[in-house]
């Protein structure tokens, strides 16, 4: 009688730990460090994402337990949080937000067979050498980005004297890089080619630099930080220079950093996700936990719903049928409707400008649903990438 007691009290832990098992998955970026603010809009995005899923009856049966990295937009610790990962026998991950951790960090997915959705890295390096099928994105791309920013300076900005600068990042140079390219083909020259380091407080030499150049626009492939810092001390020599960038602008520390200085400053980034009405709920619940929605708050969101979806149609969260489900599948997401091609990349309306005003930011261009883009300056419309 004992030993069938005890058999049937081994049984029922069984079926308890098959009750309560969960899948990790995990979410990696910049949560420390001066690039804080995005990784902050990872692990939002995420923990939503995870809380909704798992109030809908989770994967599969399966509730989903997040595990957080901090990779502080570093490429050895990337790899380091990679690892972590891998330790811990996590089947997915969104992140990273830093091309320049997501590249080296892809590599080690790739080896453990760990299936990364990057919610933000727009390198192209990071889908174009992809070191294994299970390697993805749900932004655009910089070369994507750069042709529409250089595009955009070109026409609307005539008789400017542009300085492209950057700061030796692979997502800031990638960035920079690509916007020179296509404002030269369309037949630009710019007056000033530099490259300036993160992390620094002082841009003085480089501003008065652009002074003397007497540059009217510049373009900053770089992230929030050194912008915003580079677009005060602009204004106290007195230049009324207008400062274009990419999508590492949209973050409200920006304007914490500038202030009115920074009135006027334009950027790229992808059609609004806040405004689709596939996010309204989820924009609303974040709200009214005073969470924000900005920037790729829903972009690791989307990521999290297109894995989870994948492992919904392969049955398991085993790589390979989930990477088949990924490749064939299109996905219902706060993003919108989104299919990968067959090197990754996502399959969405491309890049539009915004204006930040007031504090904050909306579009110069607007988008419609089926991905046209119209120019309200130049009254022109161009398909999206």
Known sequence: MKK???????LNLVFASAAFA??????????????????????IGAEQAVKDINEKGGVNGEMLKLSVGD???DPKQAVAVANNFASEGVSFVAGHF????????????????IVEISPASTNPDFTDKRPGE??????GRDDQQGEVAGAYIYENFPDAKVAIINDKTAYGKGLADQTQKYYEEAGGKPV????????????TSLVTKMKQAGVTLVYIGGYHTEAGLMARQMREQGMDTTIMSGDALV???????????????????SPDPRKNEAAKPVV???EAEGKTAEGYVLYTYAAIQAWADAVDKAGSTDFDPVVKALDEGTFDTVIGDLSFDDKGDVTLPGYVVYEWKDGKYDYVESADAGGMMKDDAMGTEKKSN
């Open 22 to 43: 969960d899948i990790t998955i995990g979410v990696a970026g910049p949560m420390t460090g001066q690039y804080a603010s995005f990784g902050q809009q990872l692990k």
């Open 98 to 113: 830093c091309s320049g951790s997501s590249i080296p960090a892809s590599q080690v997915y790739a080896d453990e067979q």
């Open 71 to 73: 990779d502080a937009c």
């Open 134 to 139: 299970g390697i993805f994105r749900v932004c």
């Open 4 to 10: 069938a007691l005890l058999a049937g009290a081994a």
């Open 192 to 203: 000033l080619v530099e490259a300036y380091t993160a992390g620094e407080k002082d841009y």
């Open 251 to 269: 973050t409200d520390e920006y304007w914490a950093i500038t202030g009115d200085a920074g009135e006027g400053t334009l950027m790229t980034f």
């Open 284 to 286: 609303d619940a974040l």
